[in-house]
């Protein structure tokens, strides 16, 4: 099992929408990065 966790910088100045797809778009690389690893390691 895995927890990720991942914010972004809120400012003045921010939509809430923008600021939840970058949050949405770092959780992805994080868990497509865990994806790869875990079939490379498996394929050694």
């Known amino acids: 099992m895995f927890f990720f966790q ?3 910088g809120i400012v003045s100045n921010s939509k ?6 970058e949050v949405n778009n ?12 875990y079939f490379i390691s498996i394929s050694l």
């Open 6 to 8: 991942v914010g972004a």
């Open 16 to 21: 809430k929408k923008n600021e939840l797809e």
């Open 26 to 37: 770092k959780l992805m690389a994080l868990f497509k990065s865990v994806k790869i690893a």
